[in-house]
C-alpha cells in the first residue's frame, strides 16, 4: 500500500488549501482513511478522518467548521479541503490507514494506522 500526499505549500492567514491522498495497492472498502500533523517539536495529532465506504467524517474540534474532508472512491484518492487558514495550523500533514477496520472510536489515534504518506508541508503566514 502506498500513500503519496501532495498539495501543501505557503499561504497566507485565512486563505485556502487542498490537500491530496492518492492510494496505490488496496481499495479502502470499510477502513477510514484519516489526516494528522506534525509541528516542530509537538507531536502528531489527528486533524480529520473518513470512513471510505459511507463517508462518516470525523474532525478535531480545532478544525472543524474550517477544513473538509472527502473522497473519491473511483479515484481512490481522498482530501482535505482547507479553510480559514491559521498560523498554528502550520505543521507537516499526513494522511494515512489503518490495514484494516477500525471501530469510530479509535479513529483519533494515529497508533492505529499502519500506512503512512510521506507528508505535505503546509505553512500559513501571519
Not at 13 to 29: D, M, P, V
Not at 48 to 60: D, H, L, N, Q, V
Not at 63 to 79: E, Q
Request: with cysteine; proline share 4%; hydrophobic share 35%.
Amino acid at each position: 500500500v502506498q500513500l503519496q500526499a501532495s498539495g501543501g505549500g505557503l499561504v497566507q492567514t485565512g486563505g485556502s488549501l487542498r490537500l491530496s491522498c492518492a492510494a496505490s495497492g488496496r481499495t479502502f472498502s470499510g477502513s477510514p482513511v484519516g489526516w494528522f500533523r506534525q509541528a516542530p517539536g509537538k507531536d502528531r495529532e489527528f486533524v480529520a478522518a473518513i470512513r471510505w465506504s459511507e463517508g462518516t467524517a470525523w474532525y478535531a474540534d480545532a478544525v472543524k467548521g474550517r477544513f473538509t474532508i472527502s473522497r473519491d472512491r473511483a479515484l481512490n484518492t481522498g482530501y482535505l479541503q482547507m479553510n480559514s487558514l491559521k498560523p498554528e495550523d502550520t505543521a507537516n500533514y499526513y494522511c494515512a490507514a489503518p490495514r484494516g477496520r477500525l471501530i469510530n472510536s479509535r479513529v483519533y489515534g494515529p497508533h492505529n494506522y499502519d500506512y503512512w504518506g510521506q507528508g505535505t508541508l503546509v505553512t500559513v503566514s501571519s
